[in-house]
């Protein structure tokens, strides 16, 4: 299977902790996403990348949260001293970009936070 | 900001019913998706649809970019169609990624 691939599925974890994800794209696409989605929501952007490079970051990454993509493959999402308030899915998605830009997204990753 | 609005919030219906899902959105869109998301969270592809109609079966979508929504159909509803549906455009300006609304979830029952 070439989908989108999220690791790990579900992570519980300890007020303070710090946590990681990681999202590897399909391979030919070059833009990578990441979302945020709470019950009863809509998924909320993060951040994106084009290949290696951070271009654009939403209001709602605090700077407990980081992410990477070093080699313009696979991205990691970090959440450090975790908060109660994070608990969520984190959807990661990708696309080409040019003319056909369809997004498609991975399982998620669902972060408790206890 | 960038407004996408979903009507109904909420939606049940009788197994075989048609509805008519609506997606409002506030700019120009470069392209516009269909999700379904599954009981696990997932988010299923349905349509890939920047304007015009397109069909997959018993869902069928119709996106009018001139005069800003998007529609989603779904004929004969099964059970399995039950979850939430949400669209997200891409927008015209600027490097906007897919902005979703709040979504319709639908509940068929048998």
């Known amino acids: 299977d070439t989908g989108v691939s999220q690791n790990p599925r579900h992570k519980i974890t300890k007020r303070g902790q710090n946590v990681t994800f990681r999202c590897d794209p399909i391979?030919?696409?070059?833009?990578l996403y990441w979302y945020r989605q709470t019950l009863g929501q809509g998924p909320e952007f993060l951040t994106y990348?084009?290949?290696?490079?951070?271009?654009?970051k939403s209001r709602l990454l605090s700077d407990r949260f980081s992410a990477e993509r070093p080699k313009g493959s696979f991205s990691t999402l970090e959440i450090q001293r975790t908060e109660q308030g994070d608990s969520a899915m984190y959807l990661c998605?990708?696309?080409?970009?040019?003319?056909?830009?369809?997004?498609?997204f991975g399982q998620g990753t669902r972060l408790t936070v206890v | 900001g960038i407004q996408v609005e979903q009507s109904p919030p909420d939606l049940i219906l009788q197994e075989g019913a048609n509805s008519t899902l609506r997606c409002n959105f506030s700019?120009?869109?470069?392209?516009l998706q269909w999700f379904h998301q599954n009981p696990w969270g997932q988010l299923i592809n349905l349509f890939y649809?920047?304007?015009g109609t397109k069909q997959n079966g018993r869902l069928s979508a119709t996106t009018v970019a001139t005069e800003r929504y998007s529609l989603l159909y779904i004929s004969s509803s099964q059970t399995t169609d039950s979850g939430v549906y949400f669209c997200?455009?891409?927008?015209?300006?600027?490097?906007?990624?897919?902005?979703f609304g709040k979504g319709t979830r639908l509940s068929v029952i048998a």
């Open positions: 998605a990708s696309s080409r970009t040019g003319g056909y830009t369809e997004a498609f």
């Open positions: 391979s030919e696409h070059n833009r």
């Open positions: 990348f084009q290949n290696e490079a951070q271009l654009e």
């Open positions: 700019d120009s869109v470069n392209n």
């Open positions: 649809i920047p304007s």
């Open positions: 997200a455009p891409l927008y015209a300006s600027g490097n906007t990624p897919l902005v």
